[in-house]
């Protein structure tokens, strides 16, 4: 039924008894919503609807924003294995309501192609709405040109890579040429920031003398060359004035460096992930290939780099949490790299996750209640031109809503989980706080009674430019 029909017929559902959470507090509200819109907000007892949804004792979240997914991504001669549906129903089932997927340009190929590829994975496939950010791999005269067409078709956020050579990599006369045009254009280039030539180096003379355990991915990618790349990426940003956002920060050296330059007030942003937050380099060390589970780039760090990244959630110095999900299964695809931990395809599933792993950090006291709203889906939907569409509960937004319970209690494991993925990297966690209901644009996706949802209820969202600029 479309909305119109739905608001033809009177039909409404009220969310009722529930705490609003934003970025500003958590008020007791009832929600009416209307079709695919939130039609109001109003103090408790004040509104009516001809549906209502009990949400006693819980949260009324705006949906999450996962602005950080691969679905379906090519890396190293194999594929994530979550296609758009079934990512995006992992993700509906923990309070995500929208991701960014990467559209990743292969070298030689145009810009625009590739975001024809992309809608032809996720068109019609989504559970949830989705966008795209661009990983521009190939900068030449036409990819630059092709940027400002990105932008007009919703496509404002470019991704490049300091690490993976002869993959990904950009130069750094490359990168400085692309973020001239992103100056130029309004738009934002996301930045891989590690110095991928060294750490391929390291990684040879680890291999060579036959270290090859998963592990070695970890110690030849040192956080030193992250803080390095970081910084390098900041001095490019400065002298062309672009704006920066620094993806799956992961260790303290460039923790410091992003808050140097928001302090000097350089547009800089970054985000991090909850890998980061809650694994380390031990889990990368377990024994009998174990470690391949937690092989991802930026690597797990050790503990030591945690509480920074909690206090730069705090301080506002990391803006967003996104997932990074790339899930790749253990029992085949991570035994590509059995022999050769440089062949291990680089990535961890999270994209289910992410709400619950960070309200316990509200559990914890690590980050107040409106803190977690803010990182999970207020900041996103501004940095990547979603609001107010998305990312708050407001009148005229888009009916994305969560009911979260702060009581429940899960623990998480692959068996139960919603990912196309054969292990959980977070194996027997034991969580305080569950998702709820789901909705999706008014529509109950999730609720007590299981996934209520459909692929292709997802709508493709054409986004504005980054809103802390444009
Ligand atoms: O290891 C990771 N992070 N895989 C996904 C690709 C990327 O660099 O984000
Ligand atoms: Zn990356
Ligand atoms: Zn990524
Ligand atoms: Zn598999």
Request: proline content about 4%; aromatic content about 8%; overall charge negative.
């Amino acid at each position: 039924m479309s909305s119109a029909t739905a608001r033809n017929r009177g039909e409404s559902t009220l969310i009722h008894g529930g705490q609003v959470v934003s970025p500003s507090g958590a008020v007791a509200a009832d929600v009416l919503v209307d079709g695919e819109t939130i039609a109001a907000v109003g103090a408790p007892g004040t509104l009516t609807g001809t549906k209502s949804i009990d949400a006693t004792g819980k949260y009324v979240l705006p949906g999450g924003i996962d602005a950080h997914t691969h679905m379906e991504m090519p890396f190293g001669g194999t594929h994530s294995v979550d296609t758009f549906e079934t990512g995006t129903v992992a993700a509906a089932w923990g309070g995500t309501t929208t991701i960014i997927d990467f559209a990743v340009q292969a070298k030689g190929t145009s810009l625009l192609s590739t975001m024809d590829k992309w809608h032809g994975k996720a068109d019609g496939n989504c559970a949830i709405d989705y966008g795209f950010h661009m990983i521009m791999s190939d900068v030449n005269d036409s990819t630059l040109k092709e940027m400002r067409a990105c932008v007009d078709a919703g496509v404002g956020s470019f991704k490049m890579f300091m690490a993976y050579p002869g993959v990904f990599y950009s130069t750094d006369g490359e990168i400085l040429r692309a973020m001239q045009q992103a100056r130029e254009i309004g738009a934002t280039i996301m930045m891989h920031a590690e110095n991928g030539i060294a750490i391929d180096q390291l990684a040879a003379q680890a291999f060579a003398a036959g270290r090859v355990e998963p592990v070695q991915h970890g110690i030849t990618r040192p956080p030193e060359l992250e803080g390095e790349a970081t910084s390098r990426a900041i001095r490019l940003a400065q002298v062309t004035g672009a704006p920066l956002y620094i993806v799956h920060l992961s260790a303290a050296q460039a923790l410091t460096a992003v808050a140097e330059a928001r302090d000097g007030g350089q547009n800089v942003f970054a985000e991090t992930c909850p890998q980061y937050l809650y694994l380390s380099i031990e889990d990368l060390a377990k024994p009998g290939f174990e470690g391949a589970k937690f092989v991802a780039s930026p690597p797990l760090r050790e503990k030591s780099h945690q509480a920074d990244l909690w206090r730069g959630l705090r301080t506002n110095d990391l803006s967003v949490v996104s997932t990074d999900h790339c899930p790749f299964c253990f029992k085949d695809q991570k035994q590509l790299g059995r022999d050769d931990f440089r062949a291990i395809p680089n990535g961890i599933p999270g994209v289910e996750h992410r709400m619950d792993l960070l309200h316990q950090g509200v559990v914890a006291g690590e980050i107040s209640l409106s803190r977690w709203v803010e990182t999970c889906s207020a900041t996103p939907a501004r940095m990547f031109g979603l609001y107010p569409r998305k990312g708050v509960i407001a009148v005229g937004s888009d009916a994305d809503i969560v009911l979260y319970d702060p009581a429940a209690t899960q623990t998480l494991s692959a068996a139960t989980h919603h990912m196309n993925v054969d292990y959980s990297a977070y194996e027997g966690f034991e969580l305080t706080g569950k998702v709820h209901t789901v909705l999706s644009r008014g529509r109950v996706v999730v609720s007590p009674d299981g996934y209520t949802g459909s692929a292709g209820h997802g709508k493709f969202l054409s986004r504005e430019l980054n809103q802390y600029l444009n």
